[in-house]
């Protein structure tokens, strides 16, 4: 299992981007420790935001805030000031993303399984939005298994939350099955590399946006869901982790 350090290092999306910026590629203030020139000095260069709690899981609480859609600055400030949110400059997916959900930050899911120095690999999904601005399943989103060796899809979309499946997306109408991942290798190399710098950290789901110039992380997830690995390409994973680890000391259910 993951030790206390590493988890309050991934619950807390503040310090996590202060550690590790060469990996969020993107800016973000604290609104709660901020002075009130800082926030309006990222609020003009701004124009639209990303809102999240700073300790949310599963997309909960995260908005997109337009600052367009509100009459005075007082307006939008009375929106954030007090909420406990980090407000992160929206991120900017590459085209392929787009084709997918251009109203979303369509991310890939990376599970990973560290030993002493060595990274594994256990499985990838790649996310999309349906009807919500947050790609995750919780919220309505769905997803497709990854090939590791390629980056590309090879299943139809599909969650647990729902028992719909999509072979193309429901708003786009994009092939959601055989869909290439720009910048694969970079992924891989890119949760590889802070995986390890991480330490007291064995088990961790990435999440990646993929920009025009190349990866970016969205945050990292210490007990990030290992089922929707398996659920959707109907494979256990046991067989890959169980000489890494026993089964009965894991922290998840990995059948």
Known sequence: NNKKEAIELLNNKVNFCKLYPEY????????????????????????????KPKTGMQGQGVIKLIQTEYKKREDVLSKIIGQGYILEEVITQHEMLNKLNPNSVNTVRIAVFRKNENVYIIGAVLKTAIDSVSDNLATGGTAMSVDIETGITFTKGSSYFSNEEYMFHPVTGTLLVGFQIPFWSEVIEMVTELTKKIHDLRWVSWDVAITPNGPCIVEGNHNGDQCIIQYLDQKGKYKLVKVLEPAENSHYELS
């Open 24 to 51: 969020i590629k993107r800016s973000y203030i604290d609104v709660d420790n901020s002075s009130i020139d800082e926030i309006n000095s990222f609020l003009d260069k701004n124009e639209s935001f990303m809102c």
